[in-house]
Structures are given as structure tokens and as C-alpha cells.
Nanobody, 112 residues
Framework: VQLVESGGGLVQPGGSLRLSCAAS????????MRWYRQAPGKQREFVAQ???????NYVSSVKGRFTISRDNAKNTIYLQMNSLKPEDTAVYYC???????WGQGTQVTVSS
């Protein structure tokens, strides 16, 4: 199983980004997939998940701003991030829960 994140970058506060996590070697449709993030000097924290049944969950700090979704045909999960804040700056990682597989991460920087 391999996970490859993309879509990070530099954005101004209030802006939007969409992160992608392309999976190979395993289907995303039958698995619980998660996004985590790690800011400099801080521990990695859970951001969002989508279960095999499609149920979504979010950390309270991103509720109403971030949306996790899945495209089974592309075997990819997404994290749509709106109303970004400087405190959202971090490296964002994709995770497949069943095998604890991680991607390499993609940097998101929110700054004016």
C-alpha cells in the first residue's frame, strides 16, 4: 500500500486549498482513511477521517471549515480546506488506519 499526498502550498488567511491523497495497492473505498497534521514543534494531530461506510469525523478546530471526501473511481481521498487560518500551518499526512500506512506529507502554509 502506498499513499501520495499533493496539493499543499502557500495561501493567505481566509483562502482555500484542496489536498489529495492517491492510494495504490489498496482500495480507499473499503477502508477508514484519515488526515493528520504536524506543526513545527508540535505532535502530530488527527484532523479528519472518513470511514468505510462514509461517516466523517473532524477535530473541533476544523469543523465547518474542512471537508474530507473520497473518489472511489480515482482511489483518492481529499481534504477541502476553507477559511484557512495561520494556525492551520503544518505538514498534512494521509493515513490508512487498517495498516497504519502513511504518506510522505504535504506542506500547508497559511500566511500573509
Amino acid at each position: 500500500v502506498q499513499l501520495v499526498e499533493s496539493g499543499g502550498g502557500l495561501v493567505q488567511p481566509g483562502g482555500s486549498l484542496r489536498l489529495s491523497c492517491a492510494a495504490s495497492g489498496s482500495s480507499v473505498s473499503g477502508n477508514t482513511m484519515r488526515w493528520y497534521r504536524q506543526a513545527p514543534g508540535k505532535q502530530r494531530e488527527f484532523v479528519a477521517q472518513i470511514t468505510y461506510s462514509g461517516t466523517t469525523n473532524y477535530v473541533s478546530s476544523v469543523k465547518g471549515r474542512f471537508t474530507i471526501s473520497r473518489d472511489n473511481a480515482k482511489n483518492t481521498i481529499y481534504l477541502q480546506m476553507n477559511s484557512l487560518k495561520p494556525e492551520d500551518t503544518a505538514v498534512y499526512y494521509c493515513n490508512r488506519l487498517a495498516t497504519n500506512t502513511w504518506g510522505q506529507g504535504t506542506q500547508v502554509t497559511v500566511s500573509s
